[in-house]
């Protein structure tokens, strides 16, 4: 069992840490694509080039989701494996 609980930590961890990441690389991907647009606006950039930075942070989002469920997924299995129960969240 501790071995598993190690594992499930290691994993909680791991995708809290890819989340942050993503959500740094959105926070640095809205400015560019804010640029983007600009630039788009004022004719310095393509339709493509701009459609691109879209498709790219849905592509992130899609990550950011990934990351998150599988740290709650983690979440859910320690507490199950170690009798523990998350407290109730109203809302």
């Known amino acids: 069992m501790g ?4 594992t499930l930590v290691i994993a909680y961890e791991t995708a809290g840490d890819r989340e942050q990441a ?37 592509q992130l989002e899609i990550q950011l ?3 998150r469920l599988e740290r ?3 979440k859910r299995q320690l507490l199950s494996l170690t009798g523990f ?7």
């Open 72 to 74: 709650e997924t983690a």
């Open 22 to 58: 993503i959500l740094a690389q959105l926070s640095h991907h809205d400015l560019l694509t804010r640029i983007t647009e600009i630039d788009y606006r004022l004719g310095g950039s393509s339709t493509e080039t701009y459609l691109t930075r879209i498709a790219q942070r849905e």
């Open 65 to 67: 989701n990934r990351y």
């Open 85 to 91: 129960f998350a407290p109730e969240t109203t809302g």
């Open 3 to 6: 071995e598993q609980v190690l």
